[in-house]
């Protein structure tokens, strides 16, 4: 069992990760992960690993927005603690694009599959995640 603090951090965590990555922030969202992190994206076949490939993608994904505003939402989050400094989190993301001043689109659809885990310094962090797109606009570049 958590505490209602573990619970509270690990709610942020992902608060955080979603924050970050729209607003282009590679620091904040390299340090949602532990050093030795891996994110997966399938079917898209995409691996990071580590936190310069975080800081690295970050950085491209924010720069190939072209003017564009990034929005993440997670529903349905379920934490199962697996002891007490890990817990299995899962979720539904919906991520959507816009003009600035416009509504935005839908871009991407899947669930988040992850591990989280308390470091040294009392900080969660995201250690292993698994996205699996139901579809997206996204693509490698």
Known sequence: ???AEDM???HNLY???????????????????TEDA????????VTIEGRKAFLEHKTRDAASRGGRYRRHWNGSLMIEPTDPATARGRCYLIAYNGEPGGLPEVADCGVYDDVVTKGADGEWR???????????????S
Request: glycine share 8%; charged share 25%.
């Open 1 to 3: 069992m958590l505490s």
């Open 15 to 33: 608060s955080k990760y979603n924050l970050c990555s729209d607003a282009g922030d590679a620091e904040g969202y390299a340090e949602c992960f």
């Open 38 to 45: 891996v994110l997966t994206v399938e079917p898209q076949g």
């Open 8 to 10: 509270f951090a690990i």
């Open 126 to 140: 995201f250690s292993r995640r698994e996205l699996v797109m139901d579809g997206t606009t996204w693509s490698r």
